[in-house]
């Protein structure tokens, strides 16, 4: 109780101060996030500011649209068992704050899914609309960025694609094996990255999960399903076809905590540029970028920064790769640039030029080397492409 409060004590100071505080925040958030401060803090990690409320009430969100029916239908099963979400006052909020969405987002349309998203934020911010309003409008862009256009089917194949790889990378076995039955992420993983899990598993685990997820980047809830598959591997080998399809037609009871932490360590052990998706804009800034970082500080991790590894501009080598849609369908694994390639052979103190302390439990880790690199060229291309020296 003496802790919660002193924590408690800390972020409202550090909210009052918002925006200049923003860094303090995301450090102290990263420790953990009181529940009581959870609305105000998330909205600090999705950078909102401004006079959202001026905003929200400018918007016009009684006027008949064509989303209106679905928004009818979907609303009464979203969340119900929640008493908040079953009153008639949360049906109402429910479709303002949907319908502002819609008006105010033309390029964009109302898809299934896109109330359950809304629920983390509108129970957090049951009395403040328009600060629900500014969360859901902040979150897409990052997390789900062009997944809610009319034709969302290129954005989503890429997202699969992506996990896929990821799967294969993390887990071959497991992959192999679902590969071998053909039971594809399309049959299951669609309403987890659509809804960013929270069709799939009650508020009070999409509350502990997002608490993490809002300190990642846009490629975080890839890892997220690495690790949910990850906890039922087990199960999963040992099924065929239609057990699998039988297990995730309503989803199996998952240790939350301990997806979390599996998610953090395989967002930590994944390159970046095996995550790289040409409808990401965290992908596109990266790829247009001459720095490479290395990693995204979350939960855990005990130093305050880490390098940049510099690429060559002119090498096309070293750059971050942006792969189609078919090139990304016909291979099963990820493609992994230079730039992650010399972090993972540890080789960026030589190239920097400087010597990083590390602590005896990650000397320990990096004794045991993270990779093999093997040259499967022919003598002729080796002959024609290496460079010497």
């Known amino acids: 109780v003496v802790y919660q409060f002193h924590r408690i004590v800390l972020f409202q100071r550090l909210v009052e101060g918002y925006p200049y505080t923003r860094e303090k925040i995301l450090k102290e958030a990263r420790i953990d996030i009181p529940p009581f401060m959870r609305a105000k803090i998330w909205a600090a990690l999705l950078n909102v500011r401004g006079d959202i409320r001026s905003r929200y009430a400018m918007i ?30 949360g049906h109402a909020k429910f479709k303002r704050i949907l319908k502002a969405w819609v008006v105010s ?57 992506v996990f896929s790889h990821l799967i294969a990378y993390h887990e071959p076995e497991l992959y192999n094996h679902l590969d071998n039955i053909g039971f594809i992420p399309e049959l299951y993983a669609i309403p987890w990255f659509l809804t960013m899990y929270t069709h ?48 995730f037609s309503d989803m199996p009871d ?47 991790d005990s130093r305050e920064t880490s390098p940049e590894i510099p690429t060559s501009s002119s090498s096309k080598e070293s750059s971050v790769e942006m792969l189609t849609l078919h090139e990304l369908k016909e291979e099963a694994c990820p493609r992994i640039s230079v730039s992650d390639m010399i972090v993972m052979c540890e080789l960026e103190d030589e190239l920097l030029g400087y010597k990083t302390v590390l602590s005896p439990t990650e000397k320990q880790q990096r004794s ?16 024609r492409d290496r460079k010497s020296g």
């Not at 995550?275 to 970028?289: A, F, G, N, Q």
């Not at 045991?368 to 002959?383: A, M, N, P, S, Y």
């Open 254 to 300: 998952v240790d939350i905590q301990r997806c979390v932490l599996d998610s953090i360590r395989v967002f930590k052990a994944t390159p970046c540029s095996a995550t790289m998706r040409r409808h990401d804009k965290d992908s596109v800034e990266l790829s247009s970028s001459k720095l490479v970082p290395v990693k995204i500080h979350l939960p855990g």
């Open 105 to 161: 987002h033309s390029h964009w349309v109302y898809w299934q899914g896109l109330d359950s998203l809304l629920a983390p934020f509108l129970h957090l911010n049951f009395h403040d609309e328009a600060l629900a309003f500014a969360c859901l409008k902040a979150f897409i862009p990052k997390y789900l960025n062009d997944f809610f256009l009319k034709d969302n089917s290129a954005v989503a194949q890429e997202y699969l694609a």
């Open 60 to 89: 016009d969100k009684e006027t008949e649209t064509t989303t209106d029916r679905q928004i009818e239908v979907d609303v009464p099963r979203c969340h119900q068992y929640n008493e908040l979400f079953s009153s008639p006052s």
């Open 200 to 247: 799939v598993f009650p508020l009070h685990k999409i509350f502990h999960l997002w608490d993490t997820l809002l300190l990642g980047n846009s490629s975080l809830p890839l890892c997220v399903g690495v690790a949910i598959l990850m906890q039922l591997k087990d199960l999963l080998i040992s099924y065929g076809f239609n057990e699998c399809i039988l297990l």
């Open 368 to 383: 045991k080397g993270r990779c093999l690199v093997i040259d499967i060229r022919t003598q002729q291309e080796f002959r």
